[in-house]
């Protein structure tokens, strides 16, 4: 009986496939063309993000109004989203090519690097704020961690690789490293110890350059442990990268420190690179920011000082924007910005 009902359900499905291949080989195409990946990001928006979200201090204190980081919005272009960027002048179309340091880079190279870039921005705005702040700030370990690969290096050592060893010879930080490179001949091949994906592994890198000029061709940051007075816990998302949150994350930090409440009440929205100085980086994107801001109904979009400034000044003009823009080159100046706002 059930070798006769799974006899018939098959020969139906034949029949159908026979009688309807053409609607079926339709859909598959329709599917195909609707789905396939193009080698192009589409930039369509921009949002913002709550930044006490993402940040626990002990014994914060607290403000009325609210930090927030902006981010542009992306997609990876399938066919009909990179047609639409063609009708939607604010959709830009980014090659993914444009993305990489050279051709030989996977995208997953791409991917660590800019969760790199978080982390150190990450702990720039920590150990700036806390300085800043009075507060303490305890350096207690370094990793020296692997950003790129040069496309002519001669070894196995991957993007987001933590050096250990060169030789047998410890590696904190990049003094040590370069010690040890200067010891040795051009030619020569290291044997390094790694920590890759949570696991201690070998690997090798030829030097390379000239005597007065020995490189193995990677470049390398630098991630600190450290402690701090109060205790600080950050919280982003694994989809969140990148440096450009860092002066937002600088002020976000520096104002639960202290007393005094610089947002007044106010909904702050910003962008831009913190250095371990104080200086304010550019960043990319800064005209979907806004309009992220915007549509947040934001009070205050702070940028950095220079041509970022001057596009976003130039949209807020030219779309009638309802919300005040200040430009800024170092954390003291965005600080000093902020105490004399009034809205």
Avoid: C
């Amino acid at each position: 009986m059930l070798k006769k009902f799974f006899k018939k359900i098959y020969q139906e499905t034949k029949a159908y496939i026979v009688d309807s291949w053409f609607f079926l080989l339709t859909l598959l195409v329709i599917f195909v063309v609707m789905t396939y990946q193009l080698p192009y990001y589409i930039d369509t928006g921009g949002g913002t993000i709550a930044i006490n979200d993402r940040i626990q201090i002990e014994n914060e204190t607290e403000s009325e109004g609210s930090f927030n980081m902006a981010y542009v919005s992306e997609v990876r272009a399938t066919v009909p989203t990179y047609l639409l960027s063609y009708v939607f002048n604010t959709w830009e179309r980014v090659k993914i090519a444009d993305t990489k340091i050279d051709p030989t880079e996977t995208q997953e190279d791409v991917e660590i690097r800019d969760h790199l870039y978080l982390d150190t921005a990450n702990q720039t705005a920590i150990q700036l704020a806390y300085q800043k702040a009075g507060k303490e700030f305890h350096i207690t370990d370094q990793k020296t961690r692997i950003a790129y690969v040069a496309q002519g290096a001669i070894t196995d050592l991957q993007v987001g690789d933590t050096i250990l060893s060169i030789d047998g010879e410890d590696v904190s930080n990049f003094d040590s490293l370069t010690s040890i490179v200067n010891t040795k001949n051009v030619g020569d091949v290291l044997s390094l110890q790694v920590l890759r994906d949570e696991e201690q592994v070998s690997a090798t890198a030829t030097i390379q350059g000239t005597e007065e000029n020995k490189i193995i061709g990677i470049t390398l940051m630098q991630k600190y442990e450290y402690e701090t007075n109060p205790e600080i816990t950050l919280s982003f998302l694994a989809s969140e990268s990148g440096p450009s949150g860092g002066l937002l994350l600088s002020l976000a930090i520096y104002d639960k420190l202290i007393d005094e409440d610089l947002t007044k009440g106010y909904k702050i929205v910003g962008t831009g690179t913190i250095g371990a100085d104080g200086s304010v980086g550019a960043i990319g994107g800064v005209t979907y920011k806004l309009r992220g801001a915007v549509n947040s109904k934001a009070d205050l979009f702070i940028v950095p000082a220079g041509e970022n400034y001057e596009d976003a000044m130039a949209l807020k003009e030219e779309k009638g924007y309802d919300i005040d823009i200040i430009g800024v080159r170092t954390f003291d100046e965005a600080v000093e910005a902020l105490r004399n706002y009034q809205g």
